[in-house]
């Protein structure tokens, strides 16, 4: 390759990244991630197409459902304020009715995950029927007189 073909190649190149880059933001073709601190949670979303993807937001707390459905529930609050202030703070620019439409959009429509999980007491029946199996157990690794007592004991109050 010669000088010419070189800075041809390397001009078009900057013009087809600089097309793509603004067809890429206008239209938001790529999916963006943003992860924002908010009412003391780290609330993580994506958005595509100018429109939050339901789906990925709190993704950081799938194996907790109770801090899931906070998070959520912060995130619903999040987008809320986040169209009212872009409401009542008009910017010009096609990024400002770009977001503007976006949160305002997910403040409408995103259903937060309501969910409170907690680990219920055990009834009596659940422990005695613990016990006689820890018990049985125990008479299966040995059969002393004492184990053999305790089961009888134990499977006796499960009855």
Known sequence: MDVFELVFASYLEAVSNTVYKNFSDVYGTEIQAQVVEYDGMNISYSYQLWRIQNNSVCGLYDS????????????KNMF???????????KPGWQYSKLKNMYCSAATNYKPIIAR????????????????????????????????????KACTKNN
């Open 64 to 75: 907790d459902l109770n801090t899931k459905s906070k998070c959520t529930m912060s995130a």
């Open 117 to 152: 999980v907690t680990i219920g007491a055990k009834s009596q029946s659940q422990k005695s029927k613990e016990e006689c199996s820890v018990a049985t157990l125990r008479v299966m690794q040995s059969a002393s007189a004492a184990n053999l007592a305790a089961k009888e």
């Open 80 to 90: 809320g304020e986040m169209c009212t202030y872009l409401q009542s703070n008009k």
